[in-house]
């Protein structure tokens, strides 16, 4: 039990560890707008899911957020997947996440989509 002890921490460093940020850090855009994120162009082309928690509400789940992209690479090579916030996803090109999500939900109800803005990470792959 106590060498379990001392190898969860270990393990879970390295798993932070293996999958740095790059240089495609911190790349924003709307629905239909393009963001370079470390050489790639992503565009996100649909919300599919918001359901997180309102910050007036005390939810048991606290929901997710969900966005098709568009990926494509500089020599035309192109993927479309479907991200899920703070969830790291291979790519082929390296491990894309979607990073942040604006704006916050702060009541219940919809939030009109064309305010939504999206946040890219793009880390190295093995």
Same mark, same amino acid.
């Given at each position: 039990?106590?060498?379990?002890? $001392?190898? $969860?921490?270990?393990?879970?460093?390295?798993?932070?560890?293996? #999958?740095?940020? &790059?240089? &495609?850090?911190?790349?924003?855009?709307?629905?239909? =707008?393009?963001? $370079?994120?470390?050489?790639? @162009?992503?565009?996100?082309? +649909?919300?599919? +899911?918001?359901? *997180?928690?309102?910050?007036?509400?005390?939810?048991?789940?606290?929901?997710?957020? @969900?966005?098709?992209?568009? #990926?494509?690479?500089?020599?035309?090579?192109?993927?479309?997947?479907?991200?899920?916030?703070? =969830?790291?996803?291979? #790519?082929?090109?390296?491990?894309?996440? $979607? %990073?942040?999500?604006?704006?916050?939900?702060?009541?219940?109800?919809?939030?009109?989509?064309d305010?939504? *803005? %999206?946040?890219? @990470?793009?880390?190295p792959?093995?």
């Amino acid at each position: 039990m106590k060498a379990l002890t $001392l190898l $969860l921490p270990a393990v879970a460093l390295a798993a932070c560890a293996s #999958i740095p940020m &790059g240089d &495609g850090a911190g790349r924003t855009a709307a629905i239909g =707008e393009t963001a $370079l994120v470390g050489g790639l @162009r992503v565009r996100p082309v +649909e919300l599919l +899911e918001d359901s *997180r928690c309102p910050a007036t509400v005390q939810c048991i789940w606290a929901g997710r957020v @969900r966005v098709l992209v568009d #990926i494509t690479r500089g020599d035309g090579a192109h993927q479309q997947r479907d991200l899920t916030l703070g =969830e790291p996803q291979n #790519i082929d090109w390296g491990w894309m996440t $979607l %990073f942040r999500v604006a704006p916050p939900r702060k009541e219940p109800g919809s939030i009109d989509p064309d305010s939504y *803005r %999206f946040t890219f @990470r793009l880390a190295p792959g093995p």
